[in-house]
């Protein structure tokens, strides 16, 4: 966190400043993970924590899913496995990245899993664990059709000869369209999955991402893998949320001003007022992920305040936007406006920003005052 985040967090308060709060709860985080822990049907439940835990913070998540009893976790690099390996001494922790070259070594001595999607990584694993004549644990990716990491069919002899060398202790894939019941794929999947497994040798396996674990016909295997879910992202689209929300995001208003028919406001003018407006503008910007994309247009996006929706109008800047609070005239300098939060998901932002909730988790700026709620 740079430096001038981590000084405004200390502070008693930061409502004398103009940054937006987040705030992410993590009792919450907790009760997601136990709800999925249910679902998971006596398989364990692992948790993904990569990309900072979808940007709510690693070290505070990790901790509290450790509290609540995850043992396993999942992160996408080398770099964030060695960062939890410092908070989770005990954990299994995979990196689903794969092996680096030349950092067979450090997996080792930090006792972390490469996941293996390609032979070449399997071969410098294998090569590695013969030299120290001690056989390390390693997943193994299978592709059952992303094409973009994992084994392919063609794969599997040499694969399988390379098995010898280390202790295979997952085999797992990634569903491409859990998120739509519908889909043929994911039947098709499971498949290829299921015969990839016959041809190995036995071994834990891995298939439910968060969405895989709502679909009824996608077997649990021996461990679950979710991610989106637990961080409060509907992992039904197009059904109710079964998750509880995560994080809330409010921004202050900087200034209000009210503007006549036909003046213009933002960049390049893209939004005339089509009568008296009352205006305000917030301090929250792309810079704090809030996407330009969500500027007004065909849908763009809105906030909520003084019991309205506040539709934001003209280009979303940097550090700046600007929304419309006639319905909400009450409103003055000081007060704050829910970005995410009770009325707004990470799924609707993601809606009107015409992209995914896990980009606009990811995305969560650092320059918020954050606030956790129910850590240690």
Known sequence: MPEFALLAADRADGRENSQAILTVDLDALADNWRLLKGRARGAECAAVVKADAYGIGLRPAAKKLLAAGCKTFFVAHLAEAE??????PEARIFALNGLPPGSSALFARKNLCPVLGSLP?????????????RKYDAAVHIDTGMNRLGLVKPDFPRALDLLDAFTPALIMTHFVSAEDASAPRNRAQIERFEEACGLFPPMRASLCNSSGMFLEEAPVFDLTRPG????????????????NP?????????????IRAGEAAGYNARWTAPSRRRLATIGLGYADGFPRSASCGDIGADVFAGGAWCPVVGRISMDLSIIDISDAASLKRGDRVEVLGDHISVDDLGRWSGTIGYEILTDLGRRHKRVYVGGD
């Open 228 to 243: 989106y879910a637990l961080y409060g992202g509907n992992p039904t689209p197009g059904s109710d949320n079964p998750m």
């Open 83 to 88: 960062f939890l390996r410092d908070i989770a």
């Open 246 to 258: 995560v994080v809330s995001l409010e921004a202050v208003i900087l200034q209000v001003r009210d």
């Open 121 to 133: 990584e399997m071969e410098e694993w294998a090569a590695f664990c013969r030299a120290e004549n």
